[in-house]
């Protein structure tokens, strides 16, 4: 069997959602559901109401008052932000229990996601995209295919990662000369799995080459520059050094002031470093 097919066969032996998850997503698509009953089955699980009002007082939300309660959080942020918030927390938790022998770990990567996560977002509000549910988390999991090889195929995937050190090139270029599949088609094949919006699932596949005219192609933009970004400020580690330019293309999509990374470095430091304290240590 070839890897690409093993890989992806492994995809469909993944658990699915954990319970809480699937019965907060059930409870939303009830439109009939109150801000009451979603904050009931979240307090079910005191470790998430933690760190999810954690999140939600965070810089990132920019908030001026304390948000207390999940009720509030609910309030203030929406269902499916509290949803993706959850849905985040609880990927990042199962995927770095596993512990590997590579210089690439699970923790290097999540910081680096977290930090695409952050920036994705920003720039989605600074854009003034009206639905921002989706930016956060479609940062947080672009390179969630990169955590599968890790996980399944770690022999091979440090012959990958050799094959990007010798020959300075990119890392799904690597992939797709060792494995026959890259971590964005992985990705995506899990991200249809857990059955998450298209708009995540078209972040994760073309987070690299950016947005082929789409629906979703503000928010696959806005992940592809967000990549770049947080390796220019080393947020985390990728797997590879290179910093590539943004496509020309997602400049019709993103139109921001040209030193408006500059403008908000400092912000976006904060934020980082604040987003990783809650969501890598216990």
């Known amino acids: 069997m070839l890897i690409e097919d093993r890989l992806l066969e492994e995809v469909k032996s993944l658990p699915t959602l954990p319970t809480i998850f699937s019965k907060i997503s059930e409870v939303i698509e009830d439109p009939r559901t109150s801000t009451d009953q979603l904050a009931k089955i979240i307090s079910s699980d005191q470790a998430s109401v933690f760190k999810i009002l954690k999140v939600a007082n965070s810089p990132l939300y920019g908030f001026r008052g304390k948000i207390d309660t999940i009720s509030q959080a609910i309030l203030y942020l929406g269902f499916e932000e509290i949803k993706n918030i959850i849905f985040a927390l609880t990927i990042i938790g199962y995927f770095t229990k596993n512990k590997f022998s590579l210089n690439l770990s699970p923790v290097d990567l999540w910081a680096h996601s977290i930090g695409v996560g952050i920036i994705t977002r920003t720039i989605g509000k600074e854009v003034g995209e009206k639905k921002l549910e989706n930016f956060f988390l479609a940062g947080i999991l672009h390179d969630i295919g990169k955590i599968i090889f890790l996980l399944f195929a770690n022999k091979e995937y440090s012959d990958v990662l050799k094959y990007v050190e010798e020959n300075n090139c990119r890392i799904y270029e690597a992939e797709r000369e060792i494995l026959g599949i ?101």
């Open 182 to 282: 890259d971590h964005s088609k992985l990705g995506k094949a899990i991200a249809a799995k857990w059955k998450l919006p298209a708009g995540i699932q078209d972040a994760i596949y073309y987070h690299h080459s950016g947005p082929e005219k789409r629906e979703n192609d503000k928010l696959i933009a806005s992940v592809h520059l967000a990549n770049i970004i947080a390796r220019a400020m080393n947020f985390g580690f990728s797997g590879e050094t290179i910093i590539p330019e943004p496509a020309i293309k997602i400049w019709d999509l993103i139109k921001l002031p040209d030193d408006y990374f500059l403008s908000i470095k400092s912000q976006l430091e904060k934020d980082y470093e604040n987003n990783i304290r809650i969501m890598l240590v216990d």
